[in-house]
């Protein structure tokens, strides 16, 4: 699998039961990754069903984050992802790492990647 010289990030979107996590395992494997969750209700502990979020034991040693972070009775914003998440993604590049965000969450992934509008 050949990529564009050194990206710095890459994005593996798309519905639940996709393929998205298997796609992003591969891409970590091959080049050096982790996972950095990007799914709205895999950020909580304990949505399991429903969620396709990847069991430990299937990780194969990748790193993931933003996995199982939250309890199911806290509120979460895409504003809130976007700043955490970009500290991570600094974090792993920082390490000569590859971040690969992965999820569904198109709301969640636009705040990441292109910020949200100013409100009043």
Same mark, same amino acid.
């Given at each position: 699998?050949?990529?564009p010289?050194?990206?710095? *990030?890459?994005?593996?979107?798309?519905?639940?039961?996709?393929?998205? !996590?298997? *796609?992003?395992?591969r891409?970590?494997?091959?080049?050096?990754?982790?996972?950095?969750?990007? #799914? !709205?209700?895999?950020?909580?502990?304990?949505?399991?069903?429903?969620? &396709?979020?990847?069991?430990?034991?299937?990780?194969?040693?990748?790193?993931?984050?933003?996995?199982?972070?939250?309890?199911? &009775?806290?509120?979460?914003s895409?504003?809130?992802?976007?700043?955490?998440?970009?500290? =991570? =993604?600094?974090? =792993? !590049? !920082?390490?000569?790492? *590859?971040?690969?965000?992965?999820?569904?969450?198109?709301?969640?992934?636009? &705040?990441?990647l #292109?910020? *949200?509008?100013?409100?009043?």
């Amino acid at each position: 699998m050949d990529l564009p010289a050194k990206p710095s *990030l890459i994005v593996v979107a798309g519905p639940t039961g996709s393929g998205k !996590s298997t *796609l992003a395992l591969r891409l970590c494997e091959e080049f050096s990754g982790e996972i950095v969750n990007c #799914d !709205s209700l895999q950020l909580y502990r304990g949505f399991h069903v429903g969620t &396709a979020k990847t069991p430990e034991p299937e990780r194969r040693g990748v790193p993931h984050h933003l996995l199982d972070v939250l309890d199911p &009775a806290d509120g979460y914003s895409a504003g809130e992802y976007a700043r955490i998440a970009r500290g =991570i =993604i600094h974090e =792993i !590049s !920082s390490r000569r790492r *590859l971040p690969v965000v992965v999820g569904g969450t198109g709301f969640y992934l636009r &705040a990441l990647l #292109d910020g *949200l509008p100013s409100l009043p």
